[in-house]
C-alpha cells in the first residue's frame, strides 16, 4: 500500500511550508499574507497571489468584527457549511439566506437571481458584519445596490464570485468602490473555498 | 448602478456558451465533456480540461448507479451541501459521515485524520455507490484501503482531493489502480466545488 502522511497536524504544516516555500507572499502585508496561505491552500494554486486585491486593513477590520460577535453573512450555503465554527471567536452567527421560504418571490419581483435576492434579507444586519460571497456575481453587484440604498456598511467584504459572467465585472468594482474593507481575487477564478479558506484565516491568528 | 445580467437561466446559458468557445473539449468524449463544462463553471478555469484523467464509462456507470438509486458518499460537509438535491434523478441520500460522533475516536484508533477515518462508516455503503471525494487526499487514500480489504466497490469515484500534500500522489494512484469507474483532476487542482459540480453534471442530462 502506498505510503502517506496521515497526521492532520504534519499535512497542515507541510502545506503550509511549502506553499511559504513556494508563494510570492513578501509583497503582501504580515496579516493577508496569512490570509492568501489559507486561501492557496484550498486551491492548490500558488499564482493565486497575483490576483489579490484587498485594502491594508481588511484582515485587522475583520478580526475585530468578528471578535465582536459579527454574524458573517454568505451567498451560498456550501460556504456556510464549511466555515470553521471552533475557529470563530465569539461563537459568531453563520447566515446564508438563500434556502429562505420568502427567496423565490423576492427573486421574481426585483427580476434577478435568488442568490442576489437573499440579500434583501440581510439588510439588518450589514452593519458592522463579515460579508463572505464567494459564488454568484449577482450577489455582490446586489450589495452594491443594498449600500447605496443606505443599507449598513459591513465591517469587511470577503468578495470572491467566481466564473464567466459577472464576475470580473462585480470584482473591479468591488475593487473601484471599496465601500468597505475588501479582500477579492481579481479575475475568473474564485468560489466557495476560497471565501471559506478566507473567513477561517481571519477569525483567528492560530493556523492550525 | 452598473448594468448586469440578472436572469440565472440567461446567466447559465452565457456561461456555459463561454465555455464551449474557449475550453478544448473536443479531446473529450461527449458525456465526459458535458461534466467538464460545469466542473470549468464552478473554478473559471477552461485549462482544467487539459488535466482531467478519466475511465470511459464514468458518467454512463455514475448516472446509471444515481437512476438506481445509490447513495453519495463525500468526504467533506461542503460536497454534500453543495449538491443540488432536485438535479438527483432518485431521491439520492447524499452522505458525509465526517461529523459523525464515532470519528474522532476512530481517526485516534487508525493513526489518521478524521476525513480518512469518517470512510469506514461507508464500509456496508460502498457497493455500487457514487463517491465524492473532494477535499482529504487522505481520504482517496483510506479508499484504497478498504477496497483491498475487500469493501464493495463502487459505481463511480470522483476523486478531486486538492492541495499541496498527498493531493498529486493519492490522484496519480487513482489512475494507476483504476478500482472502478473515475474522474480526476491531475495535479494540485481540486476541491469540493470540482467534486459538486462533477456530481451535479452526472446527475442528470439537464444543464439547467
Do not use: Q
Not at 159 to 174: C, M, N, Q, T
Not at 187 to 198: E, F, P, T
Amino acid at each position: 500500500m502506498t505510503d502517506y502522511i496521515r497526521d492532520g497536524g504534519e499535512i497542515y504544516r507541510h502545506s503550509f511550508a511549502t506553499i511559504r516555500a513556494e508563494a510570492d507572499l513578501a509583497i503582501l502585508p504580515d496579516d493577508v499574507a496569512g490570509v492568501a496561505v489559507r486561501m492557496i491552500h484550498s486551491c492548490g494554486m500558488v499564482d493565486l497571489v497575483d490576483d489579490l486585491a484587498y485594502t491594508l486593513d481588511v484582515v485587522e477590520a475583520g478580526r475585530a468584527a468578528l471578535e465582536a460577535g459579527a454574524p458573517v453573512l454568505c451567498d451560498a450555503n456550501m460556504i456556510a457549511s464549511g466555515i470553521t465554527r471552533k475557529r470563530l471567536p465569539s461563537g459568531n452567527e453563520v447566515l446564508c439566506t438563500l434556502s429562505d421560504d420568502r427567496v423565490p418571490a423576492l427573486a421574481e419581483r426585483l427580476g434577478t437571481t435568488r442568490s442576489a435576492a437573499a440579500l434583501d434579507l440581510w439588510r439588518d444586519r450589514l452593519a458592522g458584519s463579515v460579508v463572505a460571497i464567494g459564488n454568484a456575481p449577482t450577489a455582490l453587484f446586489r450589495l452594491f445596490e443594498l449600500l447605496a440604498e443606505g443599507a449598513g456598511v459591513p465591517a469587511a467584504i470577503i468578495g470572491v464570485p467566481v466564473g464567466f459572467v459577472g464576475a470580473v465585472e462585480s470584482k473591479e468594482a468591488l475593487i473601484e468602490r471599496a465601500p468597505a474593507p475588501y479582500l477579492t481575487v481579481r479575475g475568473r477564478r474564485g468560489g466557495s473555498a476560497l471565501a471559506v479558506a478566507a473567513v477561517n484565516a481571519i477569525a483567528t491568528k492560530e493556523e492550525l
